[in-house]
Structure formats: structure tokens, C-alpha cells
């Protein structure tokens, strides 16, 4: 896929997306998997939701199967320091209908999943939702078990002091466990939509700063809920001062399974386990 | 968690979505800063990032200027200065503002497979529609409706103007339900092709406008709501068109620059030192056509015609921010009535403390060394003899330079013994700055504090002063939380500002494009001044804290080609660039010396406390442009950072 220059950031990821679901890009695949280890979210959001999109609508030819994997290390991830941050943009296919001057203003609250060192991108995005209440979600339970008290500390100061967060609205969600963040934002959302749906337009918008794992779980709960997700991404990236070799061993691999049948259903005989079949 | 807000670490954000909170801490002062004619010509607003061009645009917003008109006296002096510049008066506001922002999906749209004219027409069209509705919900909010439920009630009066008329049709009017119907389908529609990410969703690409239609509309229309006739004058404000890219920006400019006097039309956009920004030529002859107010240059040097805005007034406006934000917490937290910056307390025999005796001796001590038996100097010595504590000690160091002086100078026939008053006529205020940060410097002694180095702290930046005085409440906060009045001594105030300067320093990288090479030209810029603070003379009172290029040779940088055939200088002109659109050097275009034509690049006083610089301005060290190219090039090549300057130094606030 060749890549092509793009005069606004958020226009790559919807380009790649596009070309990645044509029909002659993917002829003869069943099975999709995209490794998004080292690919950023405006890419990597836009380029999932376009399959997910083209396997739900069961787009003649498109893969059935669609898995997503990352090589996860929190320690890893920690040690990179983002250099420069861009002003902050909805990402490419997930607008949500922020951007729309003609439609009522929306009361926008805002869940920024929170990691190491984002105080800037945070403020960047917050200047660009101008959100009326913030629940910022932290990683717990995690490998490390302080990691959750330790970003509130790092980011008191835009937390408490510039945002104004009441302490009852920090969500916790499982470092590790992608669905478990889906599962809290699309309650979220629903809270939202029941208790004030009746008094004014409300629109749930996301913002990740954290691990892959946890990106996806902000990703599936955008893609279903179609709500908005607003990014400030750096520059360009550095690594502090660790020995990547000595924290290597962290490294850990997963694998979501997105669309189709991880497991043969009994109720279709083709796909019926027959006794000779191994595993 | 926090019981007690910070009033200064609110967003600007927060204060824009709260008209009171927003108009009672708006600094009045700032509306001098425009000159007397904003309303039959194109506006044009320049400035670093913070320096408030954003708020002054808001204050224009119905609801803002709704919110000064009617409830005085508690606005009085934003309500004043408002009716001076004929933009309410008592019985009505006077100025239908609209401000559309250029930070959107403008850009993308040159992303979309256009060819230029078809994208140039989209454009319009989407700004167009965007123009509208913000006068559909201005117009509603002044009146008193909600918008979109009354837009049935809004409608345009093309009195009799076929073109007018032709266009309003055009645009879905003249009703506001049907421009409201129209503004919605079109920005669906596009925003549907620019969120698409499936090819079989984008959708066929609507017609766009060859003009900005929505300005001519109002320029000749009338504007009604029900019966009543809308009689302020409709004000199109465009921010941050830095963002566009730059055939967008000329054909919006073009369109805006285009004689409608009825509408007032402003533009706002960052200041960029290494551009062709600066050439108006194509916008329009200043002053008939456009009016130029460059923030930055008007916060330092005051208005051009000396009156309206004078030098110095910048500080007063920013005390005045300071004085209102802080009032109410004060009041209710601490019971305190003194104003913010007065509680910052300004005594340095105090910070001296106990040290003074043996820090006054030793400077006694080497100013007798330099002066052995000479009796020229007899009087000066029992001059500073009679004075203690700080001042003791700054007037030894100055003794100290000012002998230095003396003796290099020519030997007259005659060795007069020198008067104090000699001391006066050979001395200055900003001689005296240098000595009392020397001493300060060399004997480790708290100096930064006090509300006249914090208000220079904030580099003519209102977003960076906030800041800093953010960081100096929060510690008053803690006297606040323990009972005790919330009064700074300079020990403290001292330490929170070389935090705050240490924190700005580090967070370039992350904040900056182009961070590490900006740090590195920090740093060169910064062994300038170090060298000049090292020389027993101290030539260049208060200090140097900046450098300079010929006008000629910034020339040279902006040109492309040669750029590409001189290795280094295109990371030059990259952290250049980027050091100044960050507010990290503040440019001065065409500052004359001696006949040749400068461009001054000064340290952002932010970074002047890390570095133990002088706040003052006034003295910078030219350098050549291969010079400075020399400094990239020694720089490693991007990507192969050794590992000890990804660390970087740290100052230690132990010691």
C-alpha cells in the first residue's frame, strides 16, 4: 500500500482504511489480523473500524474472521517520551458528530484513559472539547498495583486542579483486559443516555493516552456507540533511559478476536466438530 | 483531593463557557490595545500562542457583551471601555459577533481528490454555511431565543436586491429554517466524505460557492427576528488562520479583504517570525484596507501612536488579571483583602538572613583588593559602608564593577577623588539589576520574587502569567490550608518560580516540534549571555538574554534553495521557526543598530530563573547566520541522540 503525503494528520488513517477494504486488496482472505504493536491510533483506529464495518455488513468477499493483537509492556511504554504535541483533532472516522455547527451544542463529557507522561496532550485535548465533566479512567486492577495512584499523582495538577475532577468520577479498568474498558464505557454511555437524554443533547467523548490494549477497548465502545474520539498525537518519540533488553521479558502478547467464530458452533453442522478433528 | 480551587489554573476554556466568571477577569486594559477604527476594514490580529488574541475575539459574543452591558457596576470597567469602542451603549449591544473557528475540517478538505478550484469552492461553501449559523445563534442569543427551535422566527430582507435575493435562495433562505436545513445537509454531507472509511461511502462531492456569499449577504440584507429589525452590525471573526494552509488563507483573506464596511470583519492568526507573513501587500494597504495590530509588539513597545496603549501598560493589564481572579478566593479562603500580587512579599535582607555579614565581607574585601590605597575612590567605599543588608551587598558588587571600569579606562592628568554623585552618572538601574542578581548568584541567595519579576516572568504572554501565578497560589495555598495568612516570602516565591522555569524548560520536547534542536539553541543562546555575566565589567547591564540576525540574513534562511545546498541550515531554520511560534524566543522584526537591521530573538523570561539570567530586556549579542547554522551542525543527527542528552541536566533544588 503505497502512503501518501496528507495535508491534515487525521486524513492518513481514514486513507490507509480505504484502501485496506478494497475489494482487490484483500481478494481470496478469510481471515484478517491486524497487529497494531507499533502503529498508532490514528491509524490503527481508523484501519480496525473499517474491517469491523466491512465484516459487519458482510461485504461479499470481506474476511470474516477480523483479530486484533499487540505486544503489550506497560514498563515498556512508561520509558517512551512523546516529543511534541499536535493540536489536538478528532481521529480520521470517528468525528461522532462533534464538529457539526448546525446541530445543537452538545453537553460533552469527556473519558480520557490515562498513562505516563500526558499532561500536554491532555490539556491539548481538553482545550479542544471544552467538556462539561471529565472521568478520566485509570489502569486497575495492573501489573503494578500502585500504577493507578501513581498517574493521579503525575497529573494532579490538570486533574484536580485545571479539570476540576470530582474524585467520584475516576474509572478504573482492567490494564490487561480490553473488553473490561468496553464493557465500563458502553455502561457509561448508556447512564448518560437514560439520565439525561430527556434534557439535552449529550455526546461521550474519548480520548486515549494509554497502553494498545486499553486503546482498543476505547475503540470497540466508539465503534458501537459511534461516539467521538479526539487525539493531540506527538511528533515523534524518544526513549528514556532503560535497558529495553532487561525489560523485554514483560513483553506480553495478546490477541482479541473481533468478528467471526472463535469457537465452531454446534449449531451449524459444517462447522460441527466431527471426533478425528484435532486442536 | 483538593478542598480550595486555583483560580489561575482554570482552563481558558472554563472561563469561556461561564460570561460571567469570562467577562469580570477580562482586563479591560486589553481593548486599548486595538486601534480606533476596527469596524469598516479587515482586522488583523497577530501574536505568539497565550498572548490573548483568542479572548479578545470572545469578548465580542452576544453573550459576553450582553452580559458587560447589563450588569454593571460589577463590569464597569469592560462595560466602559465597550462603549467607548462603540460596541454596546446603554440601551442595546451594538455588534453581532461570530466567531468561526479555522482549527476544523478546513484543512482536510485538501485532502479529499479535488482539483484546486473544486476545493477552493468547498471551502466557501463550508465556511459559508458555518457563517450562518453563527449568525442564526447570535442572533437568536441577543434576542433572547434558543437556537434551533427559533429559527422559524429568524429571517434575512434582501430589500429588493435581485442578487441578494438569488444568493439567499441559493444559500436556502431567506428564512433561517431553510438556511438552517441547508447548513445541515451540507455539512453532513461533507463531513460524511471526510469521515468515511470505506470507499463505497464517499459519496458524490457537493457544489461548492465561488465566493463567500454569506458576507455579501450580509453586507446588503437586513436581518430580522419576528418584526424587529436586528440593528447591530453582524462582526465574522476568524481564528487561528495560521492552520490553513496557505492557498486557503490568501483566498479567505482575499474575500476579506474586499470593501464591505457594514460588516465587521476580523482575522486572527500566530505570529510567524520565518515567513513571508509579514507582507500585507497582497491583503491590502494598511490602514485603509486592513488594520494590523501585532499583540506582542504592542504588549512590549506600546501602541504606534504612543497614546492609546503605552509602554508599560501591558504589566498594569496583567496586575489587573491577576487582581480579578484571585479576589474572590482570597476573600472567601483567607479572609484577605490585600490584592494578589501585593501579598508577594519583596524583602531580600530577609532572604540575605543570617549570611549577610560574611556575604557583605567579602565583597568588601575584593573591592579593597581592586582599590589597594587609591583614595579616588574613598567616598564610594564609605558610601556602601553606610548601607546594609541587600543593598550593602549589590552596592559592593557594583563598586566592584564600576572600579573595574574606571581602572581600564584613559589616566587623566589629574586623579580626582571620585563623588557620589560620579557614582550616580557612571551607574544605572539596570547596572544595579546586574549586581543584585551576581550576588544573588554567586552566594546562592533567593532572588526572584516580588510582582514586578512575576509579571515580567509572564514575557508579555497573559497564558504564561496565569501559569506562573497559578504555581505561586498553590503555594499560598498551603499557608491558606494551615491557618496562616497567605503572605510569600522571597525564599519561597524563589524556589516555586525556578520550579515553574525548571518545568518550562523540560517540557519543550514534549510540547515543541523540533524540542531537543530548540533546547540547543536555548542553550547556545544561553552561554552568550553566560560569557557576558563572566566579565568583570559587566558591559551589557542588566545582562544579556538574547542574540540577533541580520534582516539580510533571515532572508537568506527563508530561502528554500539555500536551505537545501547548506547542510544545517534547514534544522536551523526548523527550530527557528518553531522556538518562535511556541513562544519559546519572542522575534523582533527589523530592530535598527548602528544602520543595520536586526531580527532579535530574546529567551522567553520563563527560561531566564533556570539559568540565573536578568528578566530585563534591552541587551542581546548579534551572531552571524553561519554562526548560528554552526550550532546545528554540531548537533548529533536526528535520531542518534546519545543517551546522556536524552536525559538532560536537572536543576537540583536541594542545593
Known sequence: MPHQPVHARNNAGPRVAREATKPSFLRDVGHIIVDVSSLPSSLHFPLIAAVLTSADRRVIGFPAEVQVVACENPSVDAAIIELGVTEAAAVGGFRGGLEHDSEPKATVIWAPVIGENVGHSL??????????????????????????????????????????????????ADERNPFDL???????????????GGLDTTTLALSTHSSKLLSLGVLLAAYEHQLPIVSAPPIDYELGD???????????????????LPYPDPAIPSLALSPDTEH | MSVYLNPFYARASEQHRDAHRFVTTFGPGALDMLPGAVWDRLVLLRSSPGAGKTSLMRLFLPENLEW??????????????????????EQQTRKLGVLIDLDRDYRSLLDLPLNGDVGRKLFFRLLDVRILVGVLRSTLSLTGLSF??????????????????????????????????????????????LDALLESDVAEIPEGHSELYSLTVLAQASVLVGTETITAQPMIMFDDGHILERPQRDALLAELRRRRPTVARWYSERFEALSHQELLAGVGIEGRDVALVELDAIAREGSNDGKRFTRGRYDRVLADIARRRAAHQLSTYAQENQEFLELLDEDRDAALGSEAEGVIQELETRVRDLEATDDRYKLWVDHARSLTGFEA??????????????????????EDTLSTDDISARSSAALRDAAALSVADEFKIPYYGGSSMVTQLGSHNAHQFLNVCGDLFAEMLVDVSLGRPPHLDVARQHRVLRQASERFWESIPRTVPHGRDVQALVREIVAISVAEKAKPRLPYPPGVTGTAILMAERKLLLDPKFREATPGAERLFAALASAVAHNILNADLDYSVKRNRYMVLYLNRLLCPRFMLPLGYGSFRERRLQVMIGWMRKLPALGNRPRELVVGERLNFEA
Open chain 1, 123 to 172: 490539556s491539548a485535548v481538553h482545550d479542544f472539547l471544552v467538556p462539561q465533566d471529565v472521568f478520566p479512567v485509570l489502569p486497575f486492577p495492573s501489573r503494578d498495583p500502585r500504577r493507578a495512584d501513581n498517574l493521579l499523582l503525575q497529573h494532579q495538577v490538570e486533574l484536580l486542579d485545571t479539570f476540576q475532577v470530582e474524585p467520584a468520577n475516576i474509572i478504573y
Open chain 1, 182 to 196: 468496553y464493557r465500563t464505557l458502553s455502561r457509561l454511555q448508556e447512564k448518560f443516555r437514560l439520565a439525561l
Open chain 1, 242 to 260: 532503560v535497558d529495553l533488553s532487561l525489560l523485554a521479558s514483560g513483553n506480553q502478547i495478546v490477541c482479541a478476536w473481533l468478528a467471526g
Open chain 2, 68 to 89: 458587560a452591558r447589563k450588569r454593571s457596576p460589577h463590569t464597569e470597567p469592560v462595560r466602559q471601555a465597550l462603549m467607548e469602542l462603540g460596541a454596546i451603549d
Open chain 2, 148 to 193: 434551533p427551535e427559533a429559527v422559524g422566527d429568524f429571517r434575512f430582507d434582501a430589500d429588493g436586491d435581485c442578487r441578494v435575493e438569488a444568493l439567499l435562495e441559493r444559500l436556502g433562505g431567506p428564512d433561517g429554517a431553510g438556511i438552517h436545513g441547508y447548513a445541515r445537509s451540507t455539512e453532513r454531507s461533507i463531513l460524511r466524505m
Open chain 2, 393 to 414: 551587598a549589590t552596592a559592593w558588587r557594583e563598586l566592584e564593577v564600576l572600579i573595574n571600569r574606571d581602572q581600564n579606562r584613559q589616566p587623566g592628568f589629574f
